[in-house]
């Protein structure tokens, strides 16, 4: 199942996504959450809502092309980054292998949904891109193993980490350079995790800029996955309905080109992965 957040009015809804319709769940099934963080929270949220868009009537459906879509969690409660979580990326970066998952953390005002621009801020021309996995949580999570820390995962989405380098390399700590206001490139939707191999692993990821191919890798290349960065981080700190999961970027990027490769105002930045779909954001200047 596919699921996405759009805007109507001046709320929120979620869809499920039917070829090139979307169903409306606040009409097909008004009693449910009307947000998808608050649908996860429901032990049988996933299921009511493929029921409902199953017998949804034509008063549900909406023209995909004539919504606008948000980012799929609009408000995480985390957003949890992995930084050198391919080996390609860690030796193009001249940095060590991580031994352990490599975390930083974003906030919520720094996406941006499909569709809607990635903004260049005036402080830096030096806007990098990063196409990545992303693992949303479905389910509360504490102190995983490895062998259950999947249960836990609703679905996933493709994610382009954004990054101003110059601030990002001023410090030891990632932090101002990952977080620019709508820099995070999130959706176009939610793909759920039955539909996709166990963690999302063996999957293709391209990024293009400008219809250049600018990274290609497989997902099972990534030096943590999925069950182990849950595993990880969930010995830290409780992982809850909505929260993300970042899982870090291939080869490729801007910055160890040369001459290096920023985003620019007037550019598109692509990031395709395998059976989960493409996400699409022009670059405009803030």
């Not at 109507?8 to 409306?24: F, K, M, N, P, Q």
């Not at 679905?155 to 410090?171: C, E, H, I, K």
């Amino acid at each position: 199942m596919r699921l996405a957040t759009f805007r109507s009015g001046e709320a929120a809804h979620v869809g499920v996504r039917i070829g090139d319709t979307l169903v409306d769940l606040a009409v097909a099934a008004p009693e449910l959450p009307t947000s998808l963080a608050g649908l996860l929270v429901l032990a049988d949220g996933l299921a009511r809502a493929e029921a409902a868009a199953a017998r949804a009537g034509p008063e549900a459906r909406l023209r995909l092309a004539d919504v606008t879509l948000q980012p799929p969690i609009p408000n995480p409660g985390k957003i949890i980054c992995l930084g050198l979580n391919y080996p390609d990326h860690a030796a193009e970066s001249a940095m060590e292998k991580p031994s352990a998952p490599n975390v930083f953390l974003r906030t919520a005002q720094s996406l941006t949904a499909h569709g809607a621009p990635i903004i260049k801020p005036r402080a830096s021309s030096a806007l990098d891109f990063e196409g990545e996995l992303a693992a949303v949580i479905g389910r509360t999570c504490r102190a995983a193993t490895q062998d259950e820390a999947l249960e836990a995962v609703a679905g996933y989405s493709v994610f382009n980490d954004g990054s101003l380098r110059d601030f990002q390399m001023r410090a030891s700590q990632w932090t101002l350079g990952k977080n620019f206001d709508a820099t995070g490139g999130f959706g176009p939707e939610l793909v759920t995790a039955d539909e996709l191999p166990a963690g999302a692993a063996g999957l293709r990821l391209e990024t293009r800029l400008n219809g250049q191919v600018m990274q290609s890798a497989d997902t099972a290349e990534m030096i943590f996955g999925v069950a182990e960065t849950i595993a990880y981080v969930s010995q830290v700190t409780t992982l809850v309905p909505g929260d993300v999961l970042v899982m870090g970027t291939p080869a490729g990027v801007g910055f160890v080109r040369r001459p290096p490769v920023w985003m620019k105002p007037g550019d598109v930045c692509e990031v395709e992965i395998e059976r989960i779909g493409i996400l699409r954001n022009p670059i405009a200047a803030a």
